[in-house]
């Protein structure tokens, strides 16, 4: 006897917009911001405690960050943290596309890969 399907509900893209969490737009940011430090950290090496002493915090708090604990964290201290992490960040305002024009506008996150930076990486595999 076949066993009846689980129902399926389709994804907003946003898991926070999906668990009803307040400024989905916000969380999902600061979380992709944080991972793109968590990658920058794990690139480097770095120990936690010389992690902190870069970004200008704590060992605990670098604990924070990395496991994604980020009530503590704005989204300008994120990027602030990128930056010692020696990434650019850029922020850009545009108008929403026709289709998609609501009362709200979103956040969206973006990590773009430079061609120096592939370079670097394919090199480093190479070697």
């Given amino acids: 006897m076949a066993k009846p399907k689980a129902p399926v509900t389709r994804s907003s893209g946003n898991v926070f917009e999906d668990l009803r969490v307040t400024e989905p737009g916000e969380v999902l940011a ?4 944080a ?11 770095l120990t936690q405690s010389s992690a902190g002493k870069l970004l200008g915090i704590d060992q605990p708090k670098v604990s ?36 998609r024009a609501t009362l709200r ?20 595999a190479n070697t």
């Fill in 64 to 99: 924070e960050l990395i496991r994604g604990r980020l009530t503590r964290f704005s989204t300008e201290r994120l990027m602030t943290f990128l930056t010692r992490l020696g990434r650019d960040v850029e922020i850009v305002v545009h108008e929403p596309r026709a289709a």
């Fill in 30 to 33: 600061k979380s992709e911001l």
């Fill in 35 to 45: 991972a793109l430090i968590g990658r920058a950290l794990q690139a480097r090496r």
């Fill in 105 to 124: 506008g979103r956040i969206h996150v973006r990590a773009a890969r430079s061609r120096r930076a592939s370079n670097l990486a394919a090199l480093e």
